[in-house]
């Protein structure tokens, strides 16, 4: 069913946060998130990270109409009064040279502390500046806090020395999908990671993407977020009006995991 065949019924949420559209590759699944949109409502939608895939258009450009659609309707929805902020990825991170800027109505901001209806804080990132934590937990957790900072410094620097000398960036989480026996320890090591900076900025969660992997679970009294995906899990994260948070797989109606609530949504069958 697509969204011309009927008037799609319209949520209204306080805030929604979507990651790894990667517009600009064929993966990306452009129809079902403007499908998405126009059955959502926020007063604030939070991008985080992965919007635009700019290492693929780098390589090969691919921009069909869908990706113009998607973006259109975020500046549409930006005119009309939603705050729509963009905490850019590893594959848009050009976009971490503007923090403060404004696109088009469009904040740009490398992270955020979103605080939610009931109060409760959330520190909202990609989470691609962790991946050289994970990579050496050990060794980090031996030397202690100051390198841990460091490596996080580090891992900035080098990214965007890499990115000035046109170079891709090296992602951790890629490579681990890749290993399938070792990709659900990286995974639980990825979120205790992030879990564990919440706690550094004392917030009550996090809130995150990156690694294409959605789930709103408690990790020691830090409640870690990650939104997913719209390359093959099509999900989001809702934030009511009461502060509960609500993971949306939007595509088959069935529920993929379990958080504060879980939607089983009307969305187009895959292909």
């Known amino acids: ?5 009927t008037m799609p019924d319209v949520r209204h949420v306080r805030t929604l946060f979507l990651s790894d559209v990667h517009l600009g590759s064929k993966a990306a699944k452009a129809d079902f998130l403007l499908d998405f949109l126009r059955c959502h409502e926020a007063e604030t939608i939070v991008l985080v990270g992965d919007i635009v895939d700019g290492w693929r258009l780098k390589r090969s450009w691919y921009w069909p109409q869908n990706c113009n659609d998607v973006v259109q309707k975020l500046l549409r929805k930006a005119r009309k009064g939603t705050r729509i902020v963009y905490i850019p990825g590893n594959h848009d991170e050009f976009l971490r040279d503007f923090p403060g800027v404004h696109f088009g109505g469009i904040e740009v901001a490398n992270q955020i502390m979103h605080v939610a209806a009931d ?7 990609h989470g691609d500046e962790f991946d050289v934590v994970v990579r050496n ?13 460091a490596a996080i410094a580090i891992n900035m620097v080098l990214a965007g020395v890499r990115r000035r000398l046109g170079m891709p960036y090296w992602s951790f989480s890629a490579w681990a999908k890749l290993q399938v026996k070792h990709a659900v320890n990286f995974i639980g090591a990825f979120q205790d990671v992030v879990a564990e900076e919440a706690r550094r900025h004392d917030a009550d969660g996090v809130i995150c993407g990156h690694i294409h992997h959605a789930v709103i679970q408690d990790i020691d009294g830090i409640r870690y977020i990650n939104t997913g995906d719209w390359v093959e899990s ?4 809702a934030e009511h009006f009461d502060g509960s948070m609500e993971l949306i797989a939007w595509r088959a109606p069935i529920p993929i995991a379990r958080g504060d609530r879980i ?5 187009p069958e895959a292909a």
């Open 234 to 237: 099509c999900t989001a994260v």
């Open 137 to 149: 937990a050990r060794l980090l957790a031996y030397l202690g806090d100051w390198a841990y900072d």
């Open 1 to 5: 069913m697509s969204a011309n065949d």
């Open 263 to 267: 939607a089983s949504a009307r969305a």
């Open 119 to 125: 109060g409760k804080r959330y520190l909202v990132l």
